[in-house]
């Protein structure tokens, strides 16, 4: 009975614990949120924070970017190896280069130790994408940069603050090397202001509890997490899975780039290996082996179930490997400046094996994170010129269908809790105009259950000289369907100049003069199961809604409606009858 006691008490205690820290790391964001100047940042909600031990692990991370997760601890690392037993109360430590735990140059990110009566008991962290950070491409995001020095400002572990003093000569290159270092300095401030939150709330708690009995809890904790991990993997079947994806190119080579994963399952572990994907590319689209380590983290993290708590625990009977040079393993100095399409990829081949194994846990491809647009240029009203960078475009906009319900439309899926920028903000702050903001029909993946429908924006440019960059993908392999579902539409990207109309290529740059307009539509999300096997009367309402067309409904969902849009039931039986026997 003690022995019981005991053991509910210390279960309380990691439960206390728990939820304080992911409060503590919820409260920096908003913090971080509401003090930012970025759209990246402020309306895109580009950003984390998160708690780790003073070993390095993520003990609890905030609301935020499943992108980011696993992506702390190397970042920390880096820093600690650089300093070691140098590190001291006051300190901002501070990083954004990617071969020393960062993940591309625009992630910044910041640490502070915590400590208590001189003992080290945490590290604080708030990572920010900011709106540029120098280099040859504005918003610090080309595509087709060959190598790292191309990128911009690569800060190595630096301390940006050194016993509460800060580093001045840091600031000041920053401020130098960014276009818009009102933007860049404002939401590093707001980096820092998350940081100072974060420290008077978990100082306010351990005031409440051992900082030795607080440690020991944390260690307590991400064991626990470690073994929830294990019993949900051990419920699996054991078994090997394998599934391959493409990327359309890399915008230099218009080779297309095979991203290969077979995860095996064996007990209570699982390994992830990308053997058989492509070499490293020329381009700068491809994710180092941290950020491709959290992709696979974020689909386990995913189907496991949200019993678990989230920190390294989850990590630990997870193997991620990689060859050395490859597309999601490259060899310094490799630009990576884009990453973000190649961590979607690397995410969603290994969405798409752990489909085989429990498809009733898993959606198809979502769509959508397949055109990111660039914007910058200048104002020459006055002088100096003010230059303006705005990125976005790159949160998803469909979801997969499901096996039990219809992919989301206009929301974000899969890997971001990134939000839209929305189009008052653009218009307000920027030299653009939104003529269109629509979900575009028939672009569904069809299936029993429909993927969500793409989404159209149409730009119009309103200032000379308007440098604009798009990166989209997804022509060659459409975000894919499950279970007999169709694959949904591929991006299409238009532009209208000179009163001529012009298909581009996948990844372009092109200059905008007055009254130019770019159209871009990015991908719907795959289906789930055969589209014949649809209930009717949803087919119906997709039509009534103008989600689907009548023809659309007859000859891919096999519906057949009246005059009055009321189902045919005998049409509709006879139709799929001779559509199913084609098969």
């Not at 990128?151 to 920053?174: H, V």
Request: proline content about 6%.
């Amino acid at each position: 009975m003690q022995s019981s006691h005991k053991s509910t008490a210390k279960s309380i205690q990691v439960e206390l614990v728990r939820n304080n820290l992911e409060s503590i790391a919820d409260g920096m964001a908003v913090t971080l949120w509401r003090t930012s100047r970025s759209a990246v940042v402020r309306t895109g909600w580009d950003f984390s924070t998160a708690i780790l031990t003073p070993e390095g692990e993520l003990a609890g991370q905030g609301m935020c970017h499943p992108i980011h997760l696993g992506g702390m601890m190397p970042a920390l690392k880096g820093c600690t190896d650089q300093y070691h037993n140098n590190i001291s109360e006051g300190d901002i430590l501070v990083v954004n280069d990617p071969y020393s735990g960062g993940s591309h140059l625009p992630d910044i990110y910041l640490f502070k130790p915590i400590f208590v009566s001189g003992t080290l008991v945490a590290y604080l962290a708030a990572i920010a994408h900011h709106a540029d950070i120098g280099g040859r491409i504005p918003g610090g995001q080309g595509y087709d940069n060959t190598e790292i020095f191309q990128e911009g400002l690569c800060i190595p572990p630096l301390k940006l603050f050194d016993k509460g003093i800060a580093n001045e000569s840091l600031f000041r290159i920053i401020e130098k090397a960014v276009r818009v270092p009102e933007q860049v300095l404002g939401d590093l401030q707001s980096q820092v202001s998350s940081l100072y939150h974060g420290e008077k709330q978990i100082q306010t708690f351990l005031a409440t509890i051992n900082p030795e009995t607080y440690k020991t809890v944390v260690n307590d904790l991400l064991d626990y997490s470690e073994l929830l991990t294990r019993q949900t993997i051990r419920a699996l079947p054991d078994g090997s899975w394998s599934f391959t994806d493409y990327v359309d190119n890399d915008g230099i080579s218009s080779k297309p780039i095979q991203v290969t994963v077979r995860l095996e399952k064996k007990g209570d572990e699982i390994t992830v290996d990308f053997e058989g994907t492509s070499p490293q590319c020329k381009g700068s689209i491809q994710p180092l082996m941290p950020n491709t380590k959290a992709m696979v983290y974020a689909v386990l993290r995913s189907v496991l179930g949200n019993h678990i708590p989230n920190n390294s625990g989850v990590f630990r009977p997870v193997t991620v490997l990689a060859p050395k040079g490859s597309f999601v393993n490259p060899n310094y100095p490799a630009g990576v400046a884009a990453r973000q399409l190649g961590c979607r990829r690397a995410n969603q081949a290994v969405w798409g094996a752990i489909a085989q194994v429990i498809p009733e846990n898993v959606f198809a491809c979502p769509g959508g994170a397949d055109a990111s647009i660039a914007t910058s240029g200048y104002d020459k009203s006055n002088t100096p010129w003010r230059s303006f960078v705005l990125t976005e475009g790159f949160n998803e906009t469909s979801g997969g269908a499901r096996s039990d319900k219809d992919g989301l439309e206009g929301q974000g899926a899969n890997i971001t809790n990134q939000a839209n920028t929305p189009v008052e903000i653009l218009e307000l702050e920027y030299p653009i105009r939104i003529l269109d903001y629509s979900l575009v029909p028939n672009t569904e993946g069809a299936g029993k259950f429909r993927g969500g429908l793409a989404q159209r924006r149409i730009y119009e440019y309103q200032q000379e000289g308007t440098e604009v960059r798009v990166r989209s993908d997804r022509r060659i392999q459409a975000p894919w369907g499950l279970k007999g579902g169709h694959n949904a539409s591929p991006p299409k990207i238009m532009l209208r100049k000179d009163e001529q109309r012009h298909a581009m290529p996948s990844k372009f740059q092109a200059q905008m003069d007055v009254k130019d307009e770019l159209t871009v539509q990015w991908c719907g999300g795959g289906g789930y199961g055969d589209p014949l096997d649809r209930d009717p009367e949803m087919v119906r309402w997709d039509v009534l809604e103008q989600k689907i067309t009548r023809d659309r409904a007859f000859h891919i969902y096999g519906v057949q409606l009246d005059p009055n849009h009321e189902v045919d039931y005998p049409g509709t039986q006879e139709k799929r009858s001779v559509a199913k026997q084609r098969y």
